[in-house]
């Protein structure tokens, strides 16, 4: 059974920072490309970083600069630093595995900017 398990939500000041983490099992970790996506309230889900099984990254114009996405392979972990964070960041985020027809979510972890 494929699990994606996040964690690592919260809320946080203005300006400040969270690290997500996301742990798969069920899957060969090293051959899938990962992603973070978050929805915010009332709004669609949007993608916010990916990085490949090559270790490629691509980020949301609206992140970069700020957040950082990471891989270990060895620990089946996929990381999200998260700086200089504001209310407009406020959503549930997921992690995606996907490789070809294969696409798994996790259910998710709230992060709250406050204003």
């Known amino acids: 059974q494929v699990q994606l398990v996040e964690s690592g939500g919260g809320l946080v000041q203005p300006g400040g920072s969270l690290r997500l983490s996301c742990v798969a099992s069920?899957?060969?970790?090293?051959?899938?490309?990962m992603g973070w996506h978050r929805q915010a309230p009332g709004k669609q889900r949007e993608l916010v970083a990916t990085?490949?099984?090559?270790?490629?990254?691509n980020y949301a114009d609206s992140v970069k600069g700020r957040f950082t996405i990471s891989r270990d392979n060895a620990e089946n972990t996929v990381t999200l630093q998260m700086n200089s964070l504001n209310a407009e960041d406020t959503a549930v985020y997921c992690c995606?595995?996907?490789?070809?027809?294969?696409?798994?979510w996790g259910q998710g972890t709230q992060v709250t900017g406050s204003s």
């Open positions: 995606r595995a996907v490789r070809r027809a294969l696409n798994y």
């Open positions: 990085i490949t099984s090559g270790g490629t990254t």
């Open positions: 069920g899957i060969i970790f090293s051959v899938f490309d």
